[in-house]
């Protein structure tokens, strides 16, 4: 690929910097990283501020066919996220805009396309995903809960689990066994739920540090209407792969990354230990320099699987692989992070904090893209087999 932007391009990515420049300096002083958005009302509603200053620039609808309100190009989507990575800013509905949308796009009826669009586009609305099941998370396919048809609306039962951002969300994508006597990959169906239907119970799953993302999700018969079908019934599964092949390209962990690279560098070069500069001990300059030229790499890969995706080409190997990258190459940051702070690589955001606490968030969930959007070791199966063509286990 050829890594030079266009001057449009170029234009457009610094006014989405600008932009995103400003809004960080809206940011509160309690965010700290992605998930922050789900951690209390305050992340929430900066959350939706960001949102809603993106809708209003067409943002929200990039690379969307004109007839949606989509502006400007996938590329242009790519530059936003980069931006967005680089300042730790909310804003985009990873579940909507970054998933559900261009599933829509792909596999929805005109109906669903004109009634949710717009109110993705707008930030209007945010969506959470009713996904994993607790027997059913890397072989989604076993999943048990049930979405009986009864007329014109199907009856859900069941219970989902990991599901991020549940509590805030105001509509939810999930699947559902729809034939219980069907044939495996043809028995499910992909529903649209509105999250205030009755019947369902939203119960929080604290991480150790005390942040609330993820929560379970009862379904209590709970009655769905049959219009808020995605694809086909009993054929939901193949939406599924629809929407997967969305939720894996990684450029803002990457930005992050970057970030979060450079403040590290800058406080080396601003802070002593025993008389001497930190950038100074060759230990710590080999390991930051060995990281940056990790995330580097990650950086071109993962601009690599952007275009890709510009092109309609993405295979599955290649985002499976910046994924792998990408999470891993984040925990080693995490580690390195908190051995370069010392005891202030312990201490929560707060007035005696480094860096802002950030070393302390970084390392108690450093762990989660590991096991998030697919666990690294299924994305392994997923370049074995689909990009080496090696056989699988029997």
């Known amino acids: 690929m050829d890594f030079r932007l266009t001057d449009e391009q170029l234009e457009r990515k610094?006014?989405?910097?600008?932009?995103?420049?400003?809004?960080?300096?809206?940011?509160?002083?309690?965010?700290?990283?992605?998930?922050?958005?789900?951690?209390?009302?305050?992340g929430w509603n900066f959350h939706r501020y960001c949102a809603r200053e993106f809708g209003k620039r067409g943002?929200?609808?990039?690379?969307?066919?004109?007839?949606?309100?989509?502006?400007?190009?996938?590329?242009?989507?790519?530059?936003?996220?980069?931006?967005?990575?680089?300042?730790?800013?909310?804003?985009?509905d990873i579940f909507g805009v970054a998933m559900l949308a261009p599933t829509l796009l792909a596999a929805g009826s005109d109906e669903l396309k004109h009634e949710f669009l717009p109110k993705i586009a707008s930030g209007?609305?945010?969506?959470?995903?009713?996904?994993?099941?607790?027997?059913?998370?890397?072989?989604?396919?076993?999943?048990?809960?049930?979405?009986?048809?009864?007329?014109?609306?199907?009856?859900?039962?069941?219970?989902?689990?990991?599901?991020?951002?549940?509590?805030?969300?105001?509509?939810?994508?999930?699947?559902?066994?729809?034939?219980?006597?069907g044939k495996k990959h043809h028995n499910l169906t992909f529903l649209l739920c509105d999250m205030k239907s009755k019947g369902i119970t939203v119960r929080g799953i604290p991480y150790?540090?005390?942040?609330?993302?993820?929560?379970?999700?009862?379904?209590?018969?709970?009655?769905?209407?049959?219009?808020?079908?995605?694809?086909?019934?009993?054929?939901?599964?193949?939406?599924?792969?629809?929407?997967?092949?969305?939720?894996?390209?990684?450029?803002?962990?990457?930005?992050?990354l970057v970030r979060a690279q450079e403040d590290l560098a800058k406080y080396c070069n601003e802070n002593k230990r025993s008389g001497k500069l930190l950038a100074e001990d060759p230990l710590y300059r080999n390991r930051i320099s060995e990281i940056a030229c990790s995330i580097e790499a990650v950086r071109t890969?993962?601009?690599?699987?952007?275009?890709?995706?510009?092109?309609?080409?993405?295979?599955?190997?290649?985002?499976?692989?910046?994924?792998?990258?990408?999470?891993?190459?984040?925990?080693?940051?995490?580690?390195?992070?908190?051995?370069?702070?010392?005891?202030?690589?312990?201490?929560?955001?707060?007035?005696?904090?480094?860096?802002?606490?950030?070393?302390e968030y970084n390392y108690q969930g450093c762990f989660v893209p590991i096991v998030s959007m697919g666990t690294n070791e299924i994305q392994r199966n997923i370049i074995a087999w689909y990009g080496l063509g090696l056989p699988r286990m029997k």
């Open 14 to 42: 610094k006014e989405f910097y600008k932009v995103c420049a400003e809004l960080e300096k809206k940011k509160p002083a309690s965010y700290i990283g992605f998930e922050s958005q789900f951690n209390d009302e305050e």
């Open 59 to 92: 943002w929200l609808a990039l690379g969307w066919p004109a007839e949606y309100g989509g502006t400007g190009t996938m590329m242009d989507k790519v530059l936003l996220t980069e931006a967005r990575g680089y300042y730790d800013l909310p804003g985009c």
């Open 124 to 181: 209007e609305i945010m969506f959470c995903e009713l996904w994993s099941e607790p027997n059913a998370g890397s072989d989604l396919a076993m999943l048990q809960s049930t979405a009986i048809r009864k007329g014109d609306e199907f009856i859900v039962n069941g219970q989902k689990t990991w599901n991020t951002g549940a509590h805030f969300a105001d509509w939810a994508f999930g699947v559902y066994k729809s034939d219980p006597n």
């Open 208 to 256: 150790m540090n005390g942040s609330h993302v993820y929560n379970e999700v009862y379904l209590d018969d709970v009655h769905i209407p049959a219009k808020y079908i995605v694809g086909q019934e009993n054929e939901g599964w193949a939406v599924v792969n629809v929407l997967a092949a969305f939720e894996r390209s990684n450029i803002d962990m990457v930005m992050g």
């Open 301 to 359: 890969l993962a601009y690599h699987v952007a275009d890709q995706q510009n092109r309609n080409e993405m295979g599955l190997m290649d985002a499976a692989a910046v994924k792998i990258f990408a999470s891993e190459l984040l925990e080693k940051f995490a580690h390195l992070q908190t051995d370069i702070l010392g005891p202030f690589g312990q201490v929560k955001a707060s007035r005696w904090a480094k860096m802002n606490g950030t070393a």
